[in-house]
């Protein structure tokens, strides 16, 4: 199985602040037709995740721009340039290159 | 509105049967391929299951194959999750989840049902 380890694994921001997720996998995600099969979701407290961005550096419809993805191969980032107070919750990344799909293990993210 | 509604969980002993089920409205359920993911308590995410649109395909992982049968009705647009000989570890929220058409991912997450493995 694809081991997927995120860094850190908690987050303390102050609002305004800006904030990074490390998220590497223990092998290539990058697929023979050219997309890379990495996915970065938020759990807020309470809720059902969320799906924020797929393939790497796409975001979903309706997600803020002061969200951003970047990373190729193994290795990849999770960027939020500006934390406001709606985005606490875990962070997950995930792969879907290879069966099983399998997750990080999480980035609580909070305010201070 | 899309939405998914997960049903069917509760206490069980071990060795015991529960079977989910999830009700989807809002899209047309029968084009796209379901999952299913569990969370034990304070813990992370499992993919769990996977069934194609078609119900042609389907996964499992390791740690349920065997024990658990992924199905869907597309007339009735829900799918089902039978799970059996249950075991503690087992213990978790199941969410429901549907995968978009255009990527592997979990787009639409239902709110979770219960399962609770203990005598």
């Known amino acids: 199985d694809i081991v997927m380890t995120q860094t850190p694994l908690s987050l303390s921001v102050t609002p305004g602040q800006p904030a990074s997720i490390s998220c590497k996998s223990s092998q290539s995600l990058l697929h023979s037709d050219g997309k890379t099969y990495l996915y970065w979701y938020l759990q807020k407290p309470g809720q059902s995740p969320q799906l924020l961005i797929y393939e790497v550096s796409n975001r979903l419809s309706g997600v803020p721009d002061r969200f951003s993805g970047s990373g190729s191969g193994t290795d990849f980032t999770l960027k939020i340039s500006r934390v406001e107070a709606e985005d606490v919750g875990v962070y997950y990344c995930?792969?879907?290159?290879?069966?099983?799909?399998?997750f990080g293990q999480g980035t609580k993210v909070e305010i201070k | 509105e899309v939405q998914l509604v997960e049903s069917g969980g509760g206490l069980v002993q071990p060795g015991g049967s529960l079977r989910l089920s999830c009700a989807a409205s809002?899209?047309?359920?029968?084009?796209?391929?379901m999952n299913w993911v569990r969370q034990a308590p304070g813990k992370g995410l499992e993919w769990v299951s996977y069934?194609?649109?078609?119900?042609?395909?389907?996964f499992y992982a390791d740690s349920v194959e065997g024990r658990f049968t992924i199905s869907r009705d597309n007339a009735k647009n829900s799918l089902y999750l039978q799970i059996n000989s249950l075991r503690a570890e087992d213990t978790a929220v199941y969410f429901c989840v549907r995968e978009p058409t255009f990527t592997s991912a979990f787009d639409i997450w239902g709110q979770g049902t219960m399962v609770t493995v203990s005598s």
């Open positions: 995930m792969q879907s290159i290879q069966l099983p799909r399998t």
């Open positions: 809002g899209f047309t359920f029968s084009s796209y391929s």
């Open positions: 069934i194609s649109s078609s119900s042609t395909t389907i």
